[in-house]
C-alpha cells in the first residue's frame, strides 16, 4: 500500500506542477498534497524535504501558507518538515 501512495503522491506533483501554469494554478494545491503523501510514507523523502526548507527560506514561506489551505490530513506530515521545527527527524 506504501508504494501506492507514494505513485499516487508523485503523479499529483506532477500534474501540480502542470497545472499550476494554467490561468486557474489549481496546481498549487496539488503539489503539497502530493509532497505530503511522499513524507508521510518515507523518511528519505522527509529528511529531503526539511533540508530544502532549511536552505530555502522562500520555499518555506511558501510551505506554511500552504499548510494552513490544505486539508488537515495532508498538512500534518508537512508540518513535521516545518525548517523551524526540530521535530522533522522524528520516526512518527
Known amino acids: ?3 501506492f501512495i507514494k505513485i499516487l503522491g ?3 506533483v506532477i500534474v501540480g506542477l502542470a497545472l499550476s501554469w494554467s490561468p486557474i494554478p489549481l496546481g498549487i494545491f496539488l503539489i503539497p498534497i502530493g ?3 511522499i513524507v508521510a510514507t518515507s523518511q528519505t ?3 529531503w524535504l ?3 526548507r532549511e536552505n530555502n527560506p522562500k520555499f518555506d514561506r511558501w510551505m506554511k ?4 489551505k490544505v486539508p488537515e490530513r495532508f498538512s500534518k506530515p508537512l508540518r513535521r518538515t516545518d525548517a523551524d521545527s526540530d521535530t522533522g527527524n522524528d520516526k512518527g
Open 1 to 3: 500500500m506504501s508504494i
Open 10 to 12: 508523485v503523479l499529483a
Open 35 to 37: 509532497l505530503a503523501m
Open 45 to 47: 523523502a522527509r529528511d
Open 50 to 52: 526539511q533540508r530544502r
Open 65 to 68: 501558507k500552504m499548510e494552513d
